[in-house]
Structures are given as structure tokens and as C-alpha cells.
């Protein structure tokens, strides 16, 4: 069945720091791709999504982008900030469901 | 426009009480999707929803939980009998159409079963 794999947290890093979180996916077509955030004690807000190859998501300085040939949608941001910290979660759409990743928590250190 | 609205935000209950979960759709949205959020876990689908009508309920555990979507008021996520390993988030989201694509989360449910 389908799945989504993210690397493993916490990530902590300095403020300004470049940063990285890998998701890759298992699925049969081309779902759409989406990352969500969850802040502490939070919900779940939707950060960008993807919805086709190559496309590329953004958002407040978020950007991944949809890579069919690495079935990939990393998460990239150039410069962090302690406001960025939180828990990121990779998912794909799978008909009307959403499969998730395991989330990867970031610590961003002033 | 209020979004989804989840409540109870926090819910205690005594390990064999019942549990009941909350969920107000988006205005105009008819379609409802239920998520558990396990400790240090990632979310796991539940239970899918239109009005009055169970779409998809294959990630709902076989005894003790049940869902519903009245014509008339807020989806129900019930857990009788709760035990330990049911503490968990319980999200919910709504949709316009059918389709995660169109999803808007609530702020989910926090149960602790003491």
C-alpha cells in the first residue's frame, strides 16, 4: 500500500540555518504531496502542497518540491527561525485519505 | 466562518468510561474525516463520513468505537469502555468535495485515560 517515510528527529539547528527534512513516498499514480505543521499543544495547519511532477510548493519560506523520478517532496527553508520550531509531517493523498509520515520534530536554538 | 470546530480540547476519563468526541464541519462542508494521533506518532485514518452515511470505516478499531454524521448536528467519534492505549489526538477534518486535497483540520481532541 502506499506510505510516506520521513527522516528521522529531532532536527535542531541554529537560527539562520539552512534546512532539510527528506520525505520520500510509496504510492501507485501521482497523489498530491502536502506538508503540514503542528505547533506544541496545536492542530495540524496545512504549510504547502503539491498536487503534480514537478511542481513546487512555497510558503512563508517553506519550499519542496514534487520529484517523480526520486518520488521525493523534501522540505527545504534557507534561513530558520525559532518560530520554526515544531513538528513537520509529510503526507500523500490517497483517494480521499491522507497518509502520513511520522512527523519530524525541529528544534531551532537562538 | 468558524473552520472545524473540535470539542471537547482536553477529555479525562476513568479507564471503562465512555468517550465522546466532537466535530463541527466547515459551513457547506458534508464531508467528514476522523484521524488518530498516537504519541510521537504520525496520523492514522479513522473513519470517512457523509451526512448520515459511513463512507469508509476501515481504520476504526473492530470493538469499542463508532462514528456518526446526523442530518442535524456535530459528528461523533464515541469510545466506550476506554483503556490506556486509547489516549491519543483525535483530529477531525472536513471537505467540500470528497478528497484530502480540500481537508481543513480542527484542533483536535486530546483524551487521557487515566
Known amino acids: 500500500g502506499d506510505s510516506v517515510t520521513q527522516m528521522e528527529g529531532p532536527v535542531t539547528l541554529s537560527e539562520e540555518a539552512f534546512l532539510t527534512i527528506n520525505c520520500t513516498y510509496t504510492a501507485t499514480g501521482y497523489p498530491s504531496l502536502f506538508w503540514y505543521v503542528q505547533y506544541p499543544g496545536e492542530g495540524l495547519q496545512l504549510l504547502l502542497k503539491?498536487?503534480?511532477a514537478d511542481d513546487k510548493g512555497s510558503n512563508k519560506g517553506f519550499e519542496a518540491t514534487y520529484r517523480k523520478e526520486t518520488t521525493s517532496f523534501h522540505l527545504e527553508k534557507g534561513s530558520v527561525q525559532v518560530s520554526d520550531s515544531a513538528v513537520y509531517f509529510c503526507a500523500l493523498d490517497s483517494n480521499y485519505q491522507l497518509i502520513w509520515g511520522a512527523g519530524t520534530k525541529l528544534i531551532i536554538k537562538p | 466562518n468558524a473552520g472545524v470546530m473540535q470539542n471537547p480540547r482536553h477529555l479525562v476519563r476513568r479507564r471503562g468510561q465512555e468517550a465522546r468526541l466532537r466535530c463541527s464541519p466547515m459551513?457547506?462542508?458534508?464531508?467528514v474525516y476522523w484521524y488518530r494521533q498516537l504519541p510521537e506518532e504520525g496520523l492514522k485514518f479513522m473513519v470517512y463520513l457523509q451526512k448520515e452515511n459511513i463512507i469508509d470505516e476501515s481504520g476504526m478499531p473492530k470493538e469499542r468505537f463508532s462514528a456518526e454524521f446526523p442530518k442535524e448536528g456535530p459528528s461523533i467519534l464515541r469510545i466506550q469502555q476506554v483503556v490506556r492505549g486509547d489516549s491519543a489526538a483525535y483530529f477531525c477534518?472536513?471537505?467540500?468535495?470528497?478528497?484530502?486535497?480540500?481537508?481543513?483540520f480542527g484542533s483536535g481532541t486530546r483524551l487521557t485515560v487515566v
Open positions: 459551513k457547506g462542508h458534508s464531508h
Open positions: 477534518a472536513s471537505s467540500q468535495e470528497p478528497g484530502s486535497a480540500g481537508y481543513t
Open positions: 503539491a498536487t503534480k
